[in-house]
T-cell receptor, first 116, second 112 residues
């Protein structure tokens, strides 16, 4: 069975500092990896994805993520955090699940708090 | 495209009543998902449709929950009878193939 782990419930960072939100995954075959952001009382919004190609993927709002196959990780990063980046972040993997379908599995989410 | 549209945005109902949540996916998307989000359990996949056919409903909590997708532009999630523990935010999402999913704004359900 595929799974996603986001080991930190909460990440605190000062505005202007770099941020990292961690994600590791387990999946059969090649993974399709995604990051989403959720602001209060809103649905999840897509940030970026890795399907194939360069291990460093750039996405919306200055975010990027690095795919590391050997460590089965897909950490989300941003060089300089903004207070407006404060939100709930979800990592997701879409791989071949039992039954032959590609069902997306989400992590539990990490709350990012950027302090002024 | 207006994105994934869910209705209603908020629903308050009494225990034992039937609740129907509605979703209009993005035109052209062939996959549709229903998720439930709570503080305790996070984001749970309830059911996954591909080309209007239910592929995986192993996340549906019990027989009180049912979902349909009569055509490519409409899906419903029904709870009958509703219970207080069903209170949550329910999201519908759609995608094309294996691409990223687009989420609706969600329906906040409160069962009293």
């Amino acid at each position: 069975a595929q799974s996603v782990a986001q080991p930190e419930d909460q990440v605190n960072v000062a505005e202007g500092n770099p941020l990292t939100v961690k994600c590791t995954y387990s999946v059969s075959g090649n993974p399709y990896l995604f990051w989403y952001v959720q602001y209060p009382n809103r649905g999840l919004q897509f940030l970026l994805k890795y399907i194939t190609g360069d291990n460093l993927v750039k996405g919306s709002y200055g975010f990027e993520a690095e795919f590391n196959k050997s460590q089965t990780s897909f950490h989300l990063k941003k060089p300089s955090a903004l207070v407006s980046d404060s939100a709930l972040y979800f990592c997701a993997v879409r791989g071949l699940a039992s039954g032959g379908s590609y069902i997306p599995t989400f992590g539990r989410g990490t709350s990012l708090i950027v302090h002024p | 495209d207006a994105g994934v549209i869910q209705s209603p945005r908020h629903e308050v109902t009494e225990m034992g009543q039937e609740v129907t949540l509605r979703c209009k996916p993005i035109s052209g998307h062939n996959s549709l998902f229903w998720y439930r989000q709570t503080m305790m359990r996070g984001l749970e996949l309830l059911i996954y449709f591909n080309n209007n056919v239910p592929i995986d409903d192993s996340g549906m909590p019990e027989d009180r929950f049912s979902a349909k997708m009569p055509n490519a532009s409409f899906s419903t999630l029904k709870i009958q009878p509703s219970e207080p523990r069903d209170s949550a935010v329910y999201f519908c999402a759609s995608s094309s193939g294996l691409d990223e999913a687009f989420f609706g704004q969600g329906t906040r359900l409160t069962v009293v």
